[in-house]
Structures are given as C-alpha cells and as structure tokens.
C-alpha cells in the first residue's frame, strides 16, 4: 500500500497569519494516463470530508483562493495564505493513483 | 445539485451485520463510482472499496475482504455497504463518496458495535 504521511499533524496558527502541510507519498502518485491523482480535504468539527483541491493544484468550486495546492511526484503542499476562524479543522491528503490512501490528518486550531 | 443521502445511525451486536445505503441525487447515477470510507471515534479516514454502479463490479480494501459486500439498486439510484462479522473496532462513521476523486461525500453514518 502507498503510504502518505503528513507533517506536522498538530498547527497552532494565529488568526490572518499563512498556514503550511505536507504530504509525503512512500511512492510517486504519477498515473500511466500522465495525472497525479493527490486531492486535499478538510474536515471541520462534526462535519463530513469536504475536498478542497484535486490533482494537486485545482480547487474546487466555491473554495476560497487563500487554499492552493502544489507539488509533484512524492511531495506536496497545501498552503493557508491567511487563516480564518472558519478554516479550524483536520486536513487530509489523500491519493487515488495506487488505489486510495489518505494521510494521517493534520488538525489545525487558532493560538 | 449533487446529493448523497445515507441511511440513519445503527447500533448492533458484536457478531452482527449491518447495511448502509447511500442515496444519489442530482447527477447521472451510471456517471460515477461510489466508494466507502470509515471513520473510527476520533481517528483518520479509511478507504473501505468502491462500486461501478453501471455493472456493480465491485473492488474492496484487502483489510475488509470477507467482510464487505457493496451492492446498488439503479432503480433507485441508491448504492449499500454491507458488513458482516461486526466487532467492536467496527464502530466508526461510514461514508460513501463519489467519483475516483471523491468530489462529494455523504453526511455520515453511525455504526455503533456494542453488547
């Protein structure tokens, strides 16, 4: 199974100030159709996965610009250019080229 | 808009079964696989395996095999999770999600696996 392990898995952040995950994948997400199938989701309290960018670096529709996603091959990012109260949650990556892993979680809260 | 809709909360014996269905709305049922995703108290998200709902060629995570049966009724639109040999580690939230992408996710259900 495809491994993808995610840092830091605990993010204190200070309201209006950027926020940065990684995912890390034990193999590269490259599919033989030239796609890298990484998404990322957040999980707010009480609430269902919602994805907020697929194949690395699209956002969803109705996802707040200060999200973007970036990467390729193994390693990749999710960044929060200023966080918001309404941003508090868990946040997964998940890749689908090698069946379909997902990252520990990384909760983010607000110092 | 699209809408997955799943089945209320469940409590069961150890030893029990339990199905869950999911319900697809406001898109082309044949267009899109279903998978299922578990979710234990407090824990991270697990890919369970997913259903082709044009042939119900089905594909389940090695950790469930044995266990899990996903069928779907197109008349319906509406896909099921069934698993069996329940244990208390079974207890989780179970979602159904569409798409390889899993660009849209049911509300959740509650299993709860207790004597």
């Known amino acids: 199974d495809v491994v993808m392990t995610q840092s830091p898995l605990s993010l204190p952040v200070t309201l209006g100030q950027p926020a940065s995950i990684s995912c890390r994948s034990s193999?590269?997400?490259?599919?033989?159709?030239?796609?890298?199938?990484l998404h990322w989701f957040q999980q707010r309290p009480g609430q269902s996965p919602r994805r907020l960018i697929y194949?690395?670096?699209n956002r969803d529709s109705g996802v707040p610009d200060r999200f973007s996603g970036s990467g390729s091959g193994t390693d990749f990012t999710l960044k929060i250019t200023r966080v918001e109260a309404e941003d508090v949650g868990v946040y997964y990556c998940?890749?689908?080229?090698?069946?379909?892993?997902f990252g520990q979680g990384t909760k983010v809260e607000i110092k | 808009q699209v809408q997955l809709v799943q089945s209320g909360a469940e409590v069961k014996e150890p030893g029990a079964s339990v199905k869950v269905s999911c319900k697809a709305s406001?898109?082309?049922?044949?267009?899109?696989?279903i998978h299922w995703v578990r979710q234990a108290p407090g824990q991270g998200l697990e890919w369970m395996g997913w259903?082709?709902?044009?042939?119900?060629?089905?594909t389940y995570a090695q950790s469930f095999q044995g266990r899990v049966t996903m069928t779907r009724d197109t008349s319906i639109t509406t896909t099921y999770m069934e698993l069996s040999r329940l244990r208390s580690d079974d207890t989780a939230v179970y979602y159904c999600?569409?798409?390889?992408?899993?660009?849209?996710w049911g509300q959740g259900t509650l299993v709860t696996v207790s004597s």
């Open positions: 999600a569409r798409t390889r992408g899993f660009d849209s």
């Open positions: 406001g898109y082309t049922f044949s267009d899109s696989y």
């Open positions: 259903i082709n709902p044009v042939n119900a060629d089905t």
């Open positions: 193999q590269s997400l490259v599919y033989s159709d030239g796609n890298t199938y």
């Open positions: 194949e690395v670096s």
């Open positions: 998940m890749q689908g080229t090698h069946w379909w892993t």
